[in-house]
């Protein structure tokens, strides 16, 4: 059997129960059910690694401090790394960044590919560097 949708009950003939709250605690319409709702300015992960990565830190840098953000800190650190030779630092650099890679195409120097030695692949980039 359909039951027929009523407009908005009479309170005379209103009955109290399952599914039929009383009038009175009724929510108006337009009104929300959780009316406190989120926080503004409620943070998430993303957030907070974005304020992490955007503060200021110090480092020493040719004997002297320098302030740099902790995601340039990361940058530079990587570049140290990949300039040290170490192969998962160069790949990272290589692999991750477009506009690195760009670049690199631009200045000339040679892609490393997988089927290069990590050491096959530093004294190409070397010689690159060097102009040889």
Do not use: C, H
């Amino acid at each position: 059997m359909i039951q027929k949708k009523q407009g908005a009950p009479s309170s005379d003939n209103y009955t109290v129960g399952k599914g039929r709250p009383p009038l009175s605690t009724r929510w108006k319409p337009g009104q929300s059910g959780n009316p406190k709702g989120r926080p503004k300015g409620a943070k998430n992960m993303t957030t907070y690694f974005n304020e992490a990565l955007n503060k200021k830190i110090e480092i020493m840098e040719r004997g002297k401090l320098r302030k740099v953000t902790s995601r340039e800190a990361i940058a530079l650190k990587i570049i140290s790394m990949a300039l040290k030779g170490e192969p998962k630092a160069i790949s990272l650099i290589f692999s991750k960044e477009p506009e690195i890679a760009a670049a690199v195409e631009r200045a000339n120097i040679p892609t490393i590919t997988k089927d290069m030695t990590p050491k096959e692949a530093m004294d190409a980039f070397i010689r690159t560097l060097r102009g040889d």
